[in-house]
């Protein structure tokens, strides 16, 4: 113990330790102990009011696997967590390429896509929710002037996730675009000079260039994306609330009703760490799996 203390005073942790010892208290009141809390609680049958757990052991996490409501959560937000991941990306990294091209006015246009990002989830649903409605929304008056069928958006059940999908991509596109800019501005102007000598096109440049040198841009933005969608919560329930019949409810928004409305606050935990180990190894798969297209010239 002496020499551990000699060590730390000659290294001068404690000095570092303490700097740091307000962020971990408050890292560890808000987000470990409440973490650890979860799991706990979802081997119990839970009381808050009464302070009384029952111990009910692995009857959660088994009732979990005959819930069909569950089940349709999860197939939902994986499907929402796809076309976010995909084509907001996608959307992402075209406009990040035109904007770092000298283009006349790039820098409103980053700015007016990235605004939507920095815009309060909840006011901006409450006004999508305007222009998806069926008979006044903007969206089906601008399907009836070009000659096309209107749709039934939030209030269809076949049409509902994908509006709250369309709503999300418009959000979140922004920021990705702002990453992606971001990691093309720190590629070295040297590697195009020395293709272009090589008599290497525009495409060629993109795919052989600019797609390798941003892989490590790219991981991060899948998976960030991966991760915020998998915990998708304040659009949907300000847009649809999971419905209408439940078809666009979501792992988050299954587990706030189970808490919240019917108090089964030991399943809802269970919920959430089955939750959480979905979100652990689809980032755990992605992180491995993209690193093996990292390229160095």
Request: glycine share 6%; net charge positive.
């Amino acid at each position: 113990m002496r020499r551990f203390l000699a060590t730390v005073r000659r290294n001068r942790w404690h000095t570092a330790y303490l700097y740091i010892a307000p962020v971990l208290v408050v890292f560890g009141m808000f987000r470990v102990f409440p973490a650890i809390q979860t799991l706990v609680f979802s081997f119990f049958k839970v009381n808050l009011v009464s302070g009384k757990h029952q111990w009910v052991g692995l009857k959660n996490f088994s009732l979990l696997l005959h819930d069909t409501f569950f089940i349709k959560a999860i197939d939902n937000t994986l499907i929402y967590a796809l076309y976010i991941v995909l084509i907001s990306g996608f959307l992402a990294l075209v406009l990040s390429s035109l904007f770092t091209s000298k283009m006349k006015l790039g820098s409103l246009f980053k700015a007016v896509y990235f605004v939507p990002f920095i815009t309060s989830t909840v006011a901006a649903a409450v006004v999508w929710s305007y222009l998806y409605d069926p008979k006044f929304g903007l969206f089906n008056m601008i399907l009836k002037m070009v000659g096309l069928p209107t749709r039934g958006w939030i209030a269809s059940s076949r049409d509902a996730l994908m509006s709250v999908i369309i709503f999300s991509i418009w959000k979140y596109v922004g920021y990705n675009m702002v990453i992606i800019i971001a990691g093309l501005q720190n590629i070295p102007d040297v590697y195009y000079e020395a293709a272009t000598i090589d008599g290497a096109g525009p495409l060629t440049k993109f795919f052989r260039l600019t797609i390798p040198l941003l892989t490590p841009t790219i991981v991060f933005v899948v998976i960030y994306n991966s991760i915020l969608s998998l915990k998708v919560f304040d659009q949907v329930f300000v847009l649809t609330s999971g419905g209408p019949a439940k078809a666009s409810t979501v792992v988050v928004l299954e587990l706030y009703e189970m808490a919240f409305l019917h108090y089964r606050f030991g399943y809802a935990a269970s919920m959430a760490f089955v939750l959480f180990l979905i979100i652990i190894t689809i980032t755990l798969i992605q992180y491995f799996v993209t690193r093996k297209w990292e390229v160095e010239y």
